[in-house]
């Protein structure tokens, strides 16, 4: 057995899919870890799949780069993953009906909130205009929010970064303190997650329920576009 290892090993070690399944593998582990210790906010599988990664690639000096054209397969998933959330938003549709009207509140007020509190948390600790503009699309996926920082003169890579921090910070805290403040329906709190912390929260909503993750990945997408139309009239009225 020892021996056949090691030959899956050296196979690994020098094709791209050395990455692909040390992601894969990571992951698995720490989702088993995760649920050993009741699903709490704290040990997030993705947060800890993410330090992990980024541990193995520091210590094994490998590039990111490397690691990606292995693990690029996962990337690839991410559209089909994000469509197939069609599939519970449709199941959802009654509650979608219900909450149409309230949703679509939300998402502009919660949209125009995270742009505008980002820039003026930002200014409050004297922070640049280039580096102001980055942060103004930290609340939604990162391939759309790199581009509207692009746009607003911001720094591409920094959103990149802030988008990552602000998707961890909502997928630890965001179930829980949305329950803290009376919020208790699954479909609301997974809008609300979705709409603030991106694929993180969309992730997060997921292990509650098929509703939760269907409204969060619905509050992602939209906030995506609603962002998109939102942050270059904001900017320009807080100065930027």
Known sequence: MDERIFSIWVYLAQTPLLWLTATIAVYR????????????????????????????????DTPYAIYFDGAQFVHFLLGPATVALAIPLYEAERTLRRIFWPALTGLVVGSATGIVVAVLSGRLFGLSDVTLRSLAPKSITTPIAMGIAEQLGGLPSLTAVIVIVTGMVGALLGWELLGLVGVRDDSERGFALGLASHGLGTARSLQFSSEAGALAGLAMGLNGAMTSLLAPVLTHWLGL
């Open 29 to 60: 582990l720490m989702t088993a870890i995760s649920r050993r210790l009741g699903s709490s906010p704290l040990v997030n599988p993705v947060l800890l799949s993410i330090v992990t990664i980024v541990m193995i690639l520091l210590l094994t």
